[in-house]
């Protein structure tokens, strides 16, 4: 369900790891590290990018909204 958090969730995300009680629930255990020690902003970015440009047309839409209102 990536597809459903704007771009800036997205990044925090990648860069800071899966945080208990930020973007999961309180107690959630995630293997997930942060790569911000490991990659730019603009690596990030890429990535995601990619990502979504296996998303069929309806999710990357979504997401593009969800980006948006956000901003």
Same mark, same amino acid.
């Given at each position: 369900?990536?597809?459903?958090?704007?771009?800036?969730?997205?990044?925090?995300i990648v860069s800071?790891?899966?945080?208990?009680?930020?973007?999961?629930?309180?107690?959630?255990?995630?293997?997930?590290?942060?790569?911000?020690?490991? +990659?730019?902003?603009?690596?990030?970015?890429?990535?995601?990018?990619?990502?979504?440009?296996?998303?069929?047309?309806?999710?990357?839409?979504?997401?593009?909204?969800?980006? +948006?209102?956000?901003?």
């Amino acid at each position: 369900h990536t597809w459903h958090h704007p771009d800036a969730v997205l990044i925090e995300i990648v860069s800071n790891g899966l945080q208990a009680g930020r973007y999961a629930p309180p107690g959630y255990s995630s293997d997930m590290p942060g790569f911000a020690n490991i +990659l730019a902003e603009e690596e990030i970015r890429a990535g995601l990018a990619y990502i979504k440009s296996r998303w069929p047309e309806d999710q990357r839409a979504h997401q593009a909204r969800v980006t +948006l209102s956000r901003e």
